[in-house]
């Protein structure tokens, strides 16, 4: 990436995040989460899983292509997140949290 001169870089993370939150959202509707992981039950190998949701939690029903488009979107601005595991990208904040850890803390 690009750094200014003052040696910050030219398109801080955190904006990056948050423009990819904008664009889902134009893109999906009423999204209010997505979550991403490579391990769809359908399949035996590794493989991109996408499943969006409503503000009510309720799953929505996004073509296949979009559902594709918004998991590698994910994917590609956390480049370093381990994807085997299932994590879940906020809208409303640009925040990306880990599914699994989620809910474990709500089982406690």
Wanted: hydrophobic share 45%; with cysteine; net charge positive.
């Amino acid at each position: 990436m690009l750094a200014m001169p003052s040696g910050t870089l030219a398109c801080p993370e955190a904006g990056r995040q948050h423009r990819l939150a904008a664009q889902l959202a134009d893109m999906i509707p009423g999204a209010a989460t997505i979550r991403v992981s490579l391990t769809d039950p359908t399949q035996t190998w590794p493989h991109l899983h996408t499943v969006v949701k409503d503000e009510a939690g309720k799953t929505m029903e996004v073509s296949r292509t979009t559902a594709r488009v918004a998991g590698r979107w994910i994917l590609r601005v956390w480049p370093e997140v381990d994807w085997n595991r299932p994590h879940t990208f906020h809208l409303a904040d640009a925040a990306l949290t880990c599914s699994e850890l989620i809910a474990a803390g709500r089982g406690r």
